[in-house]
């Protein structure tokens, strides 16, 4: 069954990098030279594994295409987490009182480089992409985008309304760049900007995770309703309004294009996407 073999060959690399960037921590150059390679490790086994099972080029990871969307995603990302912190820092609920650590954004970047495309290639590449087969988008993005925020419950300070922002947010906006573009670059690059902006660059908590300081030295007070709490700015408000605004928009986009499987008459539609 190619869905088994997909997921457990991406998986695997997800493990193993998690696993060699867990034991490279209070390293952050290491973590760079492990999370780097892990993400280009993903992508090349996803290309293999993908061509082989369903024996079709894998368009949604063309490489000319790479550097360009992972571009743009980026700096998507980066803008729209740049908005959230805006509003928390205008409100007094954000402040920076200087550098931090440099080589600890450093070591960030690797980790997020890692995290961002065997997440994307598991959830997007995988579960979405096959789900969306037979079920149609709509459906698909829904249960895909719940199963995403679900799995974020296993973190440390995990909450459930967390989890749920999560699965609206990245469950959510994630899916509809991938379906707007039949790319798993955009979303890539939208998922390490947001995550880096996050942890790298402005030293806010991600997702639960004990996220170690980046760049900025910060710190936020406030409701958690604004604030996210423990779980971060990721379980803010201002994150489910501008991520939710993104996935409008990127669904606006996918409709124009024709991108959107219907339930019914699947078949036929999935046939002529771009793939």
């Known amino acids: 069954m190619r869905f088994v073999g997909q997921l457990v060959a991406v998986a695997a690399v997800a493990f193993l990098g998690g696993q060699a960037i867990t034991a490279a921590e209070g390293r952050p150059w290491l973590q760079l030279l492990v999370g780097v ?81 065997t997440e994307e290639l598991i959830f997007r590449g995988v579960l979405f992409r096959i789900a969306e087969e037979r079920i149609g988008t709509w459906i698909a993005l829904v249960l895909t985008g719940t199963l995403f925020g679900l799995s974020h419950l296993l973190n440390p300070h995990a909450t459930p309304w967390g989890a749920a922002a999560i699965a609206v947010e990245a469950g959510g906006m994630l899916t509809a760049a991938y379906v707007a573009t039949r790319s798993l670059w955009l979303p890539i690059g939208l998922h390490f900007g947001w995550n880096f902006a996050a942890s790298g660059i402005f030293s806010t908590e991600v997702s639960g995770n004990d996220t170690p300081p980046g760049l900025l030295d910060s710190s936020m007070s406030g409701p958690s309703l604004l604030t996210g709490g423990d779980f971060g700015p990721e379980g803010s408000v201002y994150s489910v309004l501008f991520c939710v605004l993104a996935t409008v928009a990127f669904m606006w986009l996918a409709h124009r294009r024709g991108h959107v499987v219907p339930r019914s008459g699947r078949a036929d539609a999935t046939a002529t996407l771009p793939r």
């Open 37 to 117: 390679p892990t993400a280009v490790l993903a992508v090349l086994v996803y290309r293999w594994v993908v061509g082989r099972t369903e024996r079709r080029p894998v368009t949604e990871l063309a490489l000319e295409e790479a550097p360009a969307a992972l571009g743009r995603g980026t700096l998507i990302g980066v803008a729209l987490f740049g908005a959230v912190i805006v509003n928390l820092f205008t409100s007094g609920h954000y402040k920076a009182d200087g550098i931090d650590s440099v080589t600890g954004a450093v070591g960030l970047l690797g980790f997020m480089a890692a995290a961002a495309v």
